[in-house]
């Protein structure tokens, strides 16, 4: 059982979050109160739901003995323009500036006040000497547009099983904002949800790659959930370096409603071979996960005179209908 | 479902490297990513120094890494862990 205890910079150690087990809970989003101009062509041309049968037929490179990171045969990524809108905006540009250096990230509004990101963008001993120093935070940046202002972040927390053992399984973290960014564009639903439902499951990441418009353009891919461990979602979707802490989510109903069920990390090379796989992942928010991250979203929506929804209780996702396969 | 797979990831080693263009001038607020590599390395994004410097933590294998200027133009560099000597990453003309 893994020891999820908080740590924060500057201040160490909060009490160990409980695990529990086994039981399906929904941390709710909220929609922000900045207006929503439609149509959202984006979310109407790119996102997946439900679940499917056979992958989205790929063409796979290989170098050599070097297979690539990260883009999984041809690089199907989409840029995103309408991050103004629900749910792009609540997607963050991460710029880290750190002892060693200055980084490019991905994270993604969970609560009023909160960004979740990969625990590597915001403590990381070896890249970055430390803990960041401070973040800048834009969410929906598009290129030289940005619609909603950079927030200049101070304050991070991840876990100890990150920082003791740099464990990839528990490679989350938090990036406690200045203000109430939350409340303007929206946060989005976290979820800890079963295998069953994982099973087969068409998933959705954006985030802001490198390699792509050096961290300031919006790029997004889906496919299907490989496998899933009882800690890693492994999936054959392609990103690239500063997506990690990308918001990976799906429509568990087949609704409207994303729902965040990892925090991408790694590329192919951190699939281990025994899954005999080709894969990115992330870290899979299971129960405990996501009470980590609902106290984190708690303590920093109490500085801000905001509500937020009840704690997460179990709840029953119903399952989507089978989708037809799709062609090859 | 599978039998749990957990990584640590391996501790890496700091290379330090620099962006340059054709000149040998360093090129500065470029981003350095890790294009391919046979271990793992998180999907974070470094952005080079004022004289074009950076450095990359990488575990022991060999990897490929990428850099690309604020104007779109790339160049890319192999290597291999235990590293040594300059890292340089040239970029191509447009």
């Not at chain 1, 910079?9 to 399906?24: K, N, T």
């Not at chain 1, 909220?30 to 149509?39: C, H, I, L, N």
């Not at chain 2, 391919?36 to 952005?47: D, Y």
Request: with cysteine; glycine share 10%.
């Amino acid at each position: 059982m893994a020891n999820l205890r908080s740590v924060r910079s500057p201040v160490l150690s909060q009490e160990a979050v409980p695990a529990s087990s086994g039981i399906r809970k929904v941390f709710p989003g909220k929609s922000g109160t900045a207006p929503e101009r439609g149509p959202n062509r984006a979310v109407e041309s790119l996102i997946v739901k439900g679940k499917c049968g056979p992958l989205q037929p790929r063409r796979r490179v290989s170098l050599g003995s070097v297979i690539t990171e990260s883009i999984i045969g041809v690089d199907n990524r989409t840029r995103v323009l309408e991050t103004d809108l629900t749910p792009w905006r609540m997607i963050c540009a991460l710029r880290i500036v750190a002892p060693l250096g200055t980084f490019l990230g991905t994270g993604f509004l969970a609560g009023p006040a909160t960004v979740i990101t990969a625990g590597h963008c915001v403590y990381d001993r070896v890249q970055m000497g430390g803990w960041a120093t401070r973040i800048e935070v834009t969410p929906g940046l598009n290129g030289s547009q940005q619609s909603f202002p950079m927030m200049s972040a101070t304050t991070f927390s991840t876990v100890t099983d990150w920082v003791d053992s740099r464990d990839a399984d528990l490679d989350y973290g938090a990036i406690h904002l200045p203000e109430a960014a939350g409340a303007t564009n929206g946060y989005f639903t976290t979820a800890s949800v079963t295998d069953s439902d994982l099973q087969d499951t068409r998933v959705n990441i954006c985030g802001y790659p490198g390699d792509r418009g050096n961290g300031v353009e919006q790029w997004f891919h889906q496919n299907r959930v490989l496998v899933a461990t009882p800690r890693r979602v492994f999936y054959d979707v392609d990103t690239a370096g500063g997506q990690s802490g990308s918001p990976v989510w799906m429509y568990p109903d087949g609704g409207s409603e994303p729902v965040v069920i990892g925090i991408h990390a790694y590329g192919i090379g951190a699939t281990p071979a025994s899954l005999n796989i080709t894969a990115n992942s992330s870290p899979r928010i299971t129960d405990d996960v996501l009470e980590q991250i609902v106290q984190w979203s708690l303590d920093d929506a109490s500085r801000f005179a905001v509500t937020t929804p009840p704690e997460p209780t179990p709840c029953v996702i119903p399952q989507p209908p089978t989708c037809q396969p799709l062609s090859v | 479902m599978c039998d749990p797979a957990t990584t640590n990831v391996p501790t890496p080693q700091r290379v330090s490297g620099r962006v340059v263009d054709g000149n040998g001038a360093g090129v500065a607020d470029a981003t350095v990513t890790v294009e391919s590599g046979t271990a793992a390395t998180p999907e974070i994004a470094i952005v080079t120094g004022a004289d074009g410097s950076f450095t990359v933590a990488l575990p022991e294998g060999t990897f490929r890494l990428g850099a690309r200027t604020r104007d779109g133009r790339d160049g890319k560099v192999d290597l291999s862990l235990p590293a040594t000597g300059a890292l340089v990453i040239v970029i191509r003309r447009s």
